[in-house]
């Protein structure tokens, strides 16, 4: 059943005190306006939303995505954080930051590399097991007994599985020896809670199989964290692996060595680009991940973002702004949000009170893609993390925009499973946009936005194909402006999300009411999997 729109106390009327709040007035709508020269947009001050929105193009930021292809093209095919590829990126983006005027700078981070983890099954057969140690994980050697922790065996079925999702999970075990392992499986509850609930029932190491009732929850669990509900890294070593490897592992008599070397630090970077406001104090950040999976080139995921806040960040180089303005480009987002992360929680509580909103732009040119835009006001889905104030008015904002280009939007669940995340925490307001990933589109999806139903939304995500092939040029189009309407926009002023008053846009906006989103989803995600990577979820 679709839900209703939005109720009409977030309607704003856009009278003279509403337009002086949002720094915004009245102005032809954008994209109506044919694209001036190159030239043009090189040499003049895009200090109005009109200005900058016939100048940022599609084409513009493709360009930018083709020399990130490029990169990937020449160092083995992708542009993961630790290799020569996404050093490449780093300087790609540097040089060309630089070049545009803006104050770069290089913001590095600890990344801890492991040796990969063993998982070795001595008794009653001896097997070795294809297995992944996890973000989160301790560091350890051992060899001992496997304890079974509630399993469902013989999958699939439909026998719901909260292996380890309770202390009461792990009561009449015994975890009294010197080297017990804990076998616990996917399900319900996140991996974390999992392994700390066997760590503190005594368990000396744990081994998470992976469930087994789909194809898809059968393999090697890979790219997990056991960081959320559970907040604090483990001491005992933790693998994730197959449903196979959990199979045999819990044989009676069954004995193991599970082994995760102690990591070794590889310093990663972030890029921070920064425009100098007339009001130092009030920082409008935006941010994409820079980074690719080591599988592929990375270029919907994130590629397409990043290379949208290059080709914007080109076309401010003359803007004198009213707040300054700050881009960042993060490093091993695929890893767990790292980069972010690390920046956010290295500033001290002085800079995070400067920072007015951050925007994240993390897949904006999904070829099956849909419109969404993070829900701050949890119309469309109660969020699983805080909403800091004044996010509902980012929202707002771009849901505006969407309606006064006449695009149909939806909701993307305000879940902080993007770079986002650490400034939500640090209750910083926060929004942005995204056009799906692995979740497969609905036939009303389908029927609204266009594209394949039964297929998803980027049917390379995560992918060797994700390629400069696997972008929609229109979602594109549509995504770079409204980014660029947004940074202008709060450039000037972010009083309707923080109270702090700023100057007016020359020139103006004319937003109209919100339409609503279309409402098409039935559970939560918003084009995110719950099993999507960077969940925390283990059901």
């Keep these: 059943m679709k839900r209703s729109v939005r109720p009409s106390r977030r309607a704003l009327a856009v009278t003279t005190a509403t337009a002086a709040a949002l720094a915004l007035a009245l102005a032809p709508a954008t994209g109506a306006l044919a694209a001036p020269p190159a030239a043009a947009c090189d040499n003049r001050n895009n200090n109005t939303i009109a200005k900058l929105t016939q100048c940022v193009s599609a084409d ?25 590829g996404y050093e490449a990126s780093v300087d790609y983006v540097v040089d060309t930051l630089t070049a545009a005027g803006w104050k770069v700078s290089i913001d590095e981070f600890d990344y801890f590399v492991r040796a990969a983890s063993d998982l070795q099954q001595l ?16 560091s350890s050697d051992v060899t001992g007994t496997i304890i079974p922790v509630d399993l469902v ?6 026998t ?15 975890f009294s020896g010197e080297a017990d392992i804990a076998l616990v499986q996917r399900g319900t509850c996140e991996f974390g809670i999992k392994a700390a609930n066997a760590q503190a029932a005594g368990a000396e190491a744990v081994v998470i199989m992976n469930q087994g009732n789909t194809p898809e929850r059968s393999g090697v669990l890979t790219n997990i964290t056991l960081i959320g509900a559970n907040p604090d890294e483990l001491l005992i070593p933790v693998v994730g692996t197959s449903y196979e490897a959990g199979a045999s592992l819990a044989s009676a008599g069954s004995t193991a060595r599970v082994n995760v070397p102690e990591p070794v630090n590889y310093p990663q970077k972030n890029v921070i ?7 130092t104090a009030n920082v409008v950040m935006a941010g994409a991940h820079l980074d690719s999976v080591p599988a592929g080139p990375g270029i919907n995921d994130n590629g397409s973002g990043s290379a949208a806040l290059i080709e914007i960040a080109q076309n401010m180089t003359k803007l004198k702004p009213q707040n300054t303005v700050r881009l960042a480009w993060w490093g091993a987002e695929e890893e767990g949000l790292l980069g972010s992360t690390a920046y956010v929680e290295e500033l001290p509580q002085a800079e995070k009170d400067r920072i007015a909103l951050y925007l994240n732009f993390d897949m904006i040119a999904s070829p099956n893609y849909i419109f969404m835009v993070y829900d701050g006001d949890q119309s469309g889905f ?12 980012i929202e707002d904002l771009f849901e505006r925009y969407f309606t006064s280009v006449g695009e149909p939007y939806d909701d993307a669940e305000f879940s902080g499973r ?11 307001p926060a929004g942005g946009l995204f056009t799906g990933a692995e979740e497969v589109k609905s036939d009303e999806q389908a029927a609204i936005w266009g594209g394949t139903a039964g297929e998803a939304f980027d ?81």
């Design 153 to 158: 065996l013989g999958q699939p079925n439909g």
């Design 418 to 428: 993007s770079d986002y995340q650490a400034f939500i925490a640090a209750d910083i």
């Design 60 to 84: 513009g930021v493709k360009q930018h995505m083709d020399a990130l292809q490029s990169i990937a093209d020449a160092n083995g095919g992708n542009r993961a954080a630790n290799t020569p």
């Design 273 to 279: 680009a920064e425009l100098p406001g007339k009001n």
């Design 123 to 138: 008794t009653p057969v001896a097997a070795t097991w294809e297995n992944e140690a996890p973000a989160g994980t301790g």
């Design 382 to 393: 109660e969020a699983p993390v805080p909403v800091p104030d004044g996010s509902v008015e």
């Design 459 to 539: 049917p390379c995500y995560h992918q060797a194909c994700d390629t400069i092939g696997n972008i929609d040029m229109h979602a594109l189009e549509v995504n770079s402006d409204a980014i660029a309407t947004a940074v202008l926009a709060y450039s000037y002023s972010t009083e309707l999300v923080n109270g702090v008053r700023g100057a007016s846009v020359p020139g103006g906006l004319n937003l109209p009411d919100p339409a609503g989103p279309q409402d098409t989803w039935s559970a939560g995600g918003g084009g995110l999997s719950h099993d999507h990577d960077h969940a925390l979820i283990a059901g």
């Design 160 to 174: 719901a599985v909260t292996s380890g999702c309770e202390a009461t999970d792990f009561a009449g075990l015994d």
